[in-house]
């Protein structure tokens, strides 16, 4: 009888990793479409747009891209663990609250490209002092993870960053082409 257990045993490893294995790829592929049609069935961003502000509601999970007051396009995002809240200090993974500047285009970064914000301003500076930490910084809007584009469906389901905000790759090819370095960036709750 132990040698029966010890064969069970390890044929209900296999077959719990095996079954784990299929549903993520099961998921991975299954969603992938479902996300591509959601982006589709959305309006095209028009030629002739000019994005003079991004608008992030962190509550919703929403960022839009606006000429005037008109909104061009929506993105559904993910943000950091925790996201309530303005960013205190480094390694919190909260987004911060606030306006700043889409100040620079990072082509280079371990997510798959990526714009950034100009946080920490002064007064986050000036608060982070009061509080003897470090305020932290590199919040981008960003892409997945490099090589992990095609679990976007899974991932945008849930907060995952260190206090980025994500979209797909897809939705970041589009935020990258439409927004300039300069561009407004206002995060509310």
């Known amino acids: 009888m132990p040698f ?10 296999w077959l719990v990793s095996a079954i784990s294995l299929s549903l993520v790829t099961l998921m991975s592929t299954n969603a992938a479409p479902n996300m591509e049609n959601n982006s589709k069935s959305t309006p095209s961003i028009p030629d002739t747009a000019i994005i003079d502000k991004v608008f992030v509601d962190k509550s919703a999970r929403v960022l839009q891209l606006l000429s005037g007051d008109t909104v061009i396009k929506s993105y559904h995002i993910a943000l950091g663990g925790n996201p309530i809240g303005h960013k205190q200090q480094q390694g919190d993974k909260r987004t911060p609250s606030g306006s700043y500047t889409l100040d ?11 714009i950034h914000a100009s946080y920490p301003n002064a007064v986050d500076k000036a608060h982070a002092k009061k509080m003897g930490v470090n305020p932290g910084g590199d919040i981008m809007i960003h892409g997945q993870k490099n090589g992990s584009g095609h679990l976007a469906s899974v991932n945008q389901l849930r907060d995952w960053t260190e206090g980025c905000i994500a979209v797909t790759d897809e939705e970041m090819d589009e935020i990258m082409a439409m927004v300039k370095v300069g561009t407004a960036i206002e995060i509310v709750e």
């Open 4 to 13: 029966f257990r010890a064969d069970f045993s390890q044929y209900l490893v």
């Open 104 to 114: 620079y285009k990072n082509e280079k970064s371990k997510f798959y490209r990526s």
